[in-house]
């Protein structure tokens, strides 16, 4: 049986190779959303200067770390209109370059399991501590623009639709959406632009393994929507919409 531990990112430079590894396994099919400007110009800085704040569930007798979660201190008043639909691009830019004085809730950004690792409850457990995190540092709570992990098996589907849907047993569809609200979460309502990414088609085609001869929108493994491609422009956009999600107190 595993004994498992939590554990910052700043606890050693092993720890923090180690978890970037993670990162790199767990999201390297979705590698395009690196490419945020948010992403680009303030994601490495936040996960450094916050490194106390980017929790690893670690096997204590390994030192690996079987999952992470990372946050950044936010500014939200506690009114769910106030939520942007700017989502997790909006989290980041205020975390890397924002007045954080002020910062009364975490913000989640990341859940990570590896392959291996998943269906042992090791997600959820992160929710819990992000929660514990916030409560240790005063705050009134977490938001979390959540990615509905299931959204990319009916990219076609509007997200305001997708997030009404119920399984057999009248809960959320979404099993991550479904994890977040069986432990204490309040679903606020969708961020429509939550993470945008727009590049050259030639990025977009080196994703998709395919050429764009035609303007128009078209599926990519593993994204929540299509993208859309304007072949006279030679760009391409992907604007993924999340779940705003809330554990205030």
């Not at 099919?29 to 106390?52: K, M, P, Q, S, V």
């Not at 090791?122 to 819990?128: C, P």
């Not at 959540?146 to 305001?160: S, Y």
């Amino acid at each position: 049986m595993e004994l498992l531990g939590v554990r910052s990112r700043g606890f050693s430079e092993d720890l923090r190779r180690a978890a970037v590894e993670v990162e790199n396994a767990c999201w390297g099919n979705l590698g395009y959303l690196n490419h945020t400007a948010a992403h680009r110009t303030h994601y490495d800085r936040i996960l450094e200067n916050f490194a106390d704040l980017q929790l690893c569930l670690v096997d204590e007798e390994s030192g690996d770390p079987v999952a992470l979660a990372n946050c950044v201190p936010a500014v939200w008043n506690g009114d769910p209109a106030e939520l942007p639909a700017e989502g997790w691009d909006w989290l980041v830019e205020r975390g890397g370059g924002g007045d954080l004085g002020r910062a009364n809730v975490l913000g989640a950004l990341a859940i990570s399991v590896p392959a291996v690792h998943r269906g042992k409850g090791h997600a959820t457990r992160m929710i819990q501590e992000l929660c514990k995190l916030s409560e240790r540092l005063g705050f009134d709570g977490v938001i979390a623009p959540v990615r509905p992990t299931a959204k990319c098996d009916h990219p076609l589907v509007p997200i305001g639709e997708y997030i009404t849907w119920r399984d057999a047993k009248g809960r959320f569809f979404d099993p991550w959406l479904r994890a977040h609200l069986s432990q204490g979460g309040k679903l606020i309502g969708p961020c429509d632009r939550s993470m945008v990414v727009e590049e050259h088609i030639a990025f977009w085609e080196t994703w998709a393994g395919r050429r764009f001869e035609q303007s128009g929108d078209y599926l990519l493994e593993g994204a929540l929507v299509p993208i859309h491609i304007d072949v006279e422009r030679q760009q391409g956009r992907y604007q993924e919409p999340n779940v705003w999600v809330s554990y205030a107190s």
